[in-house]
Nanobody, 127 residues
Framework: QVQLVESGGGSVQAGGSLTLSCAAPLYTFNNMGWLRQAPGKEREGVATIDRNGKTNYADSVKGRFTIVKDNANNTLYLQMNGLKPEDTAMYYC???????????????????????RGQGTQVTVSS
């Protein structure tokens, strides 16, 4: 059974920074990503990174967020700078695996499969 375990969420003021972590067997997945869901809103894709390290970001976070893979330590990161109140949401680590079922999400002009997701970590940004 695959487990994705997120950590690093918290409460910060606008303009602050947080780094989210996700422990997972990265080498077994075709793509990894971060999703978020704010209260009353649909879940949305934030950032993705594929097996070759190619990244993609939602327009709303470009230039502020960075997705990073540490294959040696099986950890996925989301470095978030310049946080805004509209970034407040539950953030989920996502992993896609070829041949497995999943849900689809969009980041920019591309669509990705999420076969597994973690329990989420809360990020709250105050103005």
């Amino acid at each position: 059974q695959v487990q994705l375990v997120e950590s690093g969420g918290g409460s910060v003021q606008a303009g602050g920074s947080l780094t989210l972590s996700c422990a997972a067997p990265l080498y077994t997945f075709n793509n990894m990503g971060w999703l978020r869901q704010a209260p009353g809103k649909e879940r949305e894709g934030v950032a993705t990174i594929d097996r070759n390290g190619k990244t993609n970001y939602a327009d709303s976070v470009k230039g502020r967020f960075t997705i990073v893979k540490d294959n040696a330590n099986n950890t996925l990161y989301l470095q978030m700078n310049g946080l805004k109140p509209e970034d407040t949401a539950m953030y989920y680590c996502s992993a896609g695996r070829t041949g497995f079922s999943g849900v689809w999400y969009t980041v920019g002009d591309s669509t990705y499969k999420s076969s597994y997701r973690g329990q989420g970590t809360q990020v709250t940004v105050s103005s």
